[in-house]
């Protein structure tokens, strides 16, 4: 790649694709930018209607660069790195002057981020609780101890003051060894595992330049850590005289706490989260092999069935063991309610 900026301003970035230019254009943006973009950061702005290419708007990140192709970024004004109070609905199931545990719905961000810098549950947090919240965690994750992806649903509890925040970020790095901390979780899996109730130990690392996806690594690997998972299965759908089964419901019970554990270690196991675009696109096409109700839930659902239902911990300063469970959510709960009456 050879000098491809041809102008650079504050608001606007405008860049020549040379005559090596390949592949998709959001990676060769994110290499012709340098350190100062990350690809997920390019992707924002790309859907965020912030690229233009010949004069056209990019529509897909998708797409290939070719060699001579005249690309114009136009950069948002920068963002207020403290996040403002939102007035977004919470739903609270427990609340005292040290914490608060919410279950936080399907489709919401948990802190502010590239691409998501309002509308997160810092943001409702901060409005809801006002200036008691933690600032221990940073700026942009106020209270904040433990997280779970947009599309999981489920039980979090936020801390509201630095002792609290302290004594509950412990517990969480402990990971339930030595305490009574309890992380428990509700999937819907394709298939079912070999074995009805078992235990994944393998170790987790970065897939590839993607900061976000994860995947196995050998433990020797520089940036593998190590992620145990502890599975039950506890309903099978639609089991066929050979024991095996089109999809089931498991409980699994987390060890450790790492970026997509569940996600990851299920696929690896050969039993892909319904509906997890990231690490079980492959199996999409097993929603064609149910009965017609089901298949259309299935269709219907666009995103992982993964729901923390259970959250237990020791209150700060009390003592005493807190234990809250959530109900799984009705999106969810039709897919589960469809597979059963097959």
Known sequence: MTAPFTESTAARKELIADADAAGRIDAWLTAALGA???RNRVKALIEQGAVQVNGVLLDSPNRKIKTGDSIVIDLPAPEDPQPK???IPLEVLYEDKDLIVIAKPPGLVVHPGAGNWHGTLVNALIYHCGDSLSGIGGVKRPGIVHRLDKDTSGVMVVAKNDIAHRHLAD???DHGRTGPLERAYRAVVWGRPRSLAGTIDAALGRSGADRTKRTVKRED?????EAITHYTVLERYGEKPDATCLASLVECRL???RTHQ???HMAHIGNPLVGDQEYGAAFKTKANLLPEEAKR????FHRQALHAYLLAFEHPTSGKTMRFEAPIPAD??????ALKAM
């Open 262 to 264: 569940i996600r990851v």
């Open 332 to 337: 969810l709960q039709k897919v589960i309610d």
């Open 171 to 173: 517990q969480f790095a």
């Open 255 to 257: 060890e450790t706490g």
């Open 221 to 225: 690997t520089d940036d593998a850590r």
């Open 36 to 38: 100062e973009f990350s």
């Open 297 to 300: 839930a299935v269709n219907k």
């Open 85 to 87: 109070g939102e007035n």
